[in-house]
């Protein structure tokens, strides 16, 4: 079993800077691929960000250069560092990671807006 648990969102205004964190739980979280998603009102769930358990990452295009993803599993945590931030990044923002099965957090909000 796996909880994920994202925190950090809030509003910023255009060019700021907001880092996420997902919390994590069970034995496999060290060893995961971690993700972070996103979804933006009346849009699909969109692929964002990966790490592995050997903290290879991987981006998707729009964010690269701009977002950071990085671990400490000392702590069984994921972060986000947004920097640069758009007005079109605003959205849910979620953990999520397969064992199994999917596990998802609950979300967290960011608003990217003056």
């Known amino acids: 079993q796996v909880q994920l648990v994202e925190s950090g969102g809030g509003l910023v205004q255009p060019g700021g800077s907001l880092r996420l964190s997902c919390v994590g739980s069970g034995t496999v979280f060290d060893v995961a691929t971690i993700d972070w998603y996103r979804q933006a009102p009346g849009k699909e769930r969109e692929w964002v960000a990966a790490i592995t358990g050997g903290k290879v990452t991987n981006y998707v295009d729009f964010v690269k250069g701009r977002f950071t993803i990085s671990r400490d599993n000392a702590v069984k945590a994921v972060y986000l560092q947004m920097n640069s931030l758009k007005p079109e990044d605003t959205a849910v923002y979620y953990c999520?990671?397969?064992?199994?099965?999917?596990?998802w957090g609950q979300g967290t909000q960011v608003t990217v807006s003056s």
């Open positions: 999520h990671t397969k064992f199994l099965r999917d596990y």
